[in-house]
């Protein structure tokens, strides 16, 4: 550990990638003591999101080895700094992405601390006393109670998990173009995966007419049976495009891999918009006719601010939307990881970490 960090005294089991080959091994680490900010939390449930990959194998190209990954953490409270407002032992909380941020640029003091300049993520950050942040591949996280939410009590915890990254990442785009719980737009999900198929649950929530598009037909009947998808459409497939052109508002893109965007430009009205969730790590082509054609516009975003995330933990509390997850050992993170990879998850695996806590 770092001279920087002398507080850091509090040994932890987790799980990290050594080396691009992204293999995950047990490893133990410490972490800080509990600051008069801080939270201790004894985690039950993380997601593996494919983030989770793009840093196990270094796909982006910054990761700091050795790495633990994991940004859709659940858990309960164990202790509470003395500064600490809003949480008590025993909270059923949960941690997403962020770990840290300036506190009071623009940003931070709108509810948008995921675009502050300084902000930090939970694992593969550097913290504000220069250490290097671990994630929720592990048994207990100290943090800051400023990047913690509460998970309402009505929701499972290992299956609301995902919505600490998967959940808000789509949800944050749909608020920004006023597609909750306004109903009767046409929305388009590319990639049906860990975010895509919550967005799927919530724009149908929401009262929206969903279409998935998919490179994955054997995903079409429980999209729509499952799911509540309204339409289902092959990107690969010409005529099942043709057929959609110029028919949806808002389209999200949730794919992981490099993939052509003409095509599902062409799906947006007039107007239309693409918001772009993915982040795959080569660049996508842009092509400007379907944009000048049509006055479509094409953004991006990442994740969504701590109030936000509490806003839409508490919507699916309303709405009971959690994610699909297959729940797995921690012995078997790399086979998930492998089979994330080859796209073969419904929807998204959750490791019991309480299940390791016990042996
Ligand atoms: P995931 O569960 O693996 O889902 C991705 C989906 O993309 C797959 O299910 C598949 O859907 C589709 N896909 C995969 N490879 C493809 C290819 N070569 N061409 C076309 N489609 C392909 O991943 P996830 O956890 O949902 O994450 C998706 C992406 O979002 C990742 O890049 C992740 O890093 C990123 N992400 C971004 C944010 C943010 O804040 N912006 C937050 C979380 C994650 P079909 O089978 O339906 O085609
Ligand atoms: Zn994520």
């Not at 507080?7 to 080396?19: F, I, K, P, R």
């Not at 593996?48 to 309960?76: F, Q, R, S």
């Not at 007039?270 to 379907?290: E, I, M, N, R, Y």
Request: charged share 20%; hydrophobic share 40%.
């Amino acid at each position: 550990m770092a001279a920087t960090t002398p507080n850091h005294t509090v040994t932890v089991s987790g799980w990290a990638a050594h080396d691009s080959s992204g293999k995950i091994s047990p490893y133990t680490f410490k972490r800080r003591k509990n600051g008069v900010n801080d939270v201790t939390i004894k985690i039950l449930y993380c997601g593996i999101c494919h983030t989770d990959l793009h840093y196990a194998k270094n796909e982006w190209g910054i990761t700091m080895y050795p790495v633990v990954p994991g940004h859709e953490i659940v858990g309960v409270v164990t202790e509470a700094g003395s500064d600490v407002k809003g949480f008590k032992e025993g909270d059923r909380v949960g941690i997403g992405c962020m770990a840290a941020s300036c506190l009071d640029c623009e940003h931070c003091e709108t509810g948008q601390e995921n675009y502050c300049e300084k902000m930090e993520f939970v694992y593969n950050g550097i913290f504000w006393d220069g250490s290097i942040t671990y994630g929720g591949y592990s048994q207990l996280i100290v943090a800051d109670h400023r990047f913690v939410v509460h998970v309402p009590e009505s929701l499972p915890m290992d299956a609301a998990a995902p919505l600490l990254c998967a959940g808000i990442t789509v949800f944050s785009p749909l608020k920004d173009h006023d597609l909750v719980a306004t109903g009767g737009k046409k929305i388009g999900v590319v990639g049906l995966g860990g975010l895509g198929h919550l967005a799927v649950k919530f724009g149908k929530a929401f009262g929206h007419h969903v279409t998935v598009i998919s490179t994955s037909p054997s995903k079409e009947e429980e999209a729509k049976q499952r799911l509540g998808a309204d339409d289902f459409i092959i990107s690969t497939n010409p005529e099942q495009l043709a057929k959609a052109k110029r028919s949806l508002d808002f389209i999200l893109d949730t794919v992981s891999a490099e993939h052509p965007l003409l095509s599902i430009l062409e799906l947006l009205k007039v107007k239309g918009t693409l918001f772009l969730v993915g982040a795959p790590d080569k660049p996508l082509q842009l092509p400007s006719f379907p944009l000048i054609m049509g006055k479509r516009s094409v953004k991006g975003g990442i994740i969504g601010g701590i109030k936000e995330t509490q806003e839409m933990l508490d919507v699916c509390a309303k709405y009971n939307i959690t994610s699909d997850i297959e729940l797995i050992t921690a012995d078997r993170i790399n086979e998930a990881i492998e089979r994330v990879a080859k796209n073969d998850v419904r929807y998204r695996f959750v490791i019991d970490i309480a299940a390791a806590s016990k042996e």
